[in-house]
């Protein structure tokens, strides 16, 4: 991480940005990074956003300098010991995989619905980051076979649990709101719970594998995430 680079985010923030491409490697090394941030508890920082390839750290102006936090953080990279973030718990996501864009993701590909399901659901994947809305995940690993383009026109509404796919991404949505991507499934877990310690159910650095869910298990997943 030789040519990690800086620059000002308005007069309260710092980017740092560790490469120009996406990949596990540099995920790993901003997440152990915002774990170090978390353990710190440095009173001159306010908040932090991971992102693809930078993480994004919020101070208080008021007792901080641009220049004196830029001395620290780069202090905290170079002492930074990146075996912080290893050995970590793959989460299971259950999809029944019956959303209103299968049908389309399996003429643009050519592959059937069950060779859909078996291929999305093979991979472990990493969460890169969270964002769009709360608790947004953004997973690496999905099969090339499967990608296929955004929506046109983007839906008004997209169901929580909605597993998308939007280019070579795949994500889930984790409440209701407008989106243009090519819903193949849905999941009964609760991506996002304000009234939970940690709201969102998925950080950056998770690894998850979706799993397939009949009708049947997937109701009674549901009622069971939301206590009925």
Request: proline share 7%; aromatic share 12%; glycine share 8%.
């Amino acid at each position: 991480m030789s040519t990690i680079k800086h620059y000002p985010l308005g007069e309260t923030a710092i980017v740092l940005c560790f490469g120009d491409v996406i990949s596990p490697d540099i995920n790993s090394f901003i997440s152990a990074f915002a774990s170090h941030l978390d353990d710190l508890k440095e009173h001159r920082i306010i908040e932090y956003v991971p992102a693809f390839t930078t993480i994004t750290i919020y101070y208080d102006p008021t007792v901080a300098s641009y220049t004196s936090m830029v001395k620290l953080l780069f202090n905290l990279v170079e002492n930074l010991n990146i075996q912080t973030k290893q050995g970590v718990l793959e989460k299971k996501i259950p999809v029944y995989y019956n959303g209103p864009d299968l049908e389309y993701v399996s003429e643009y590909t050519g592959l059937n619905k069950q060779d859909i399901i078996r291929l999305h659901s093979q991979p472990t994947y990493l969460v890169y980051m969270i964002g769009f809305v709360p608790g947004f995940p953004y997973l690496g690993g999905m099969n090339q076979l499967l990608a296929a383009p955004r929506k046109e026109i983007p839906r008004m509404k997209v169901e929580a649990g909605s597993v998308g796919i939007a280019g070579e991404q795949t994500g889930i949505y984790p409440m209701e709101t407008p989106g243009g991507w090519q819903i193949i499934g849905k999941t009964p877990i609760v991506l996002f719970d304000i009234n939970r310690e940690e709201p969102s159910y998925l950080q950056a650095g998770d690894l998850i594998r979706f799993v397939p869910v009949e009708q049947e298990e997937f109701i009674s997943i549901y009622e069971t995430e939301n206590g009925n």
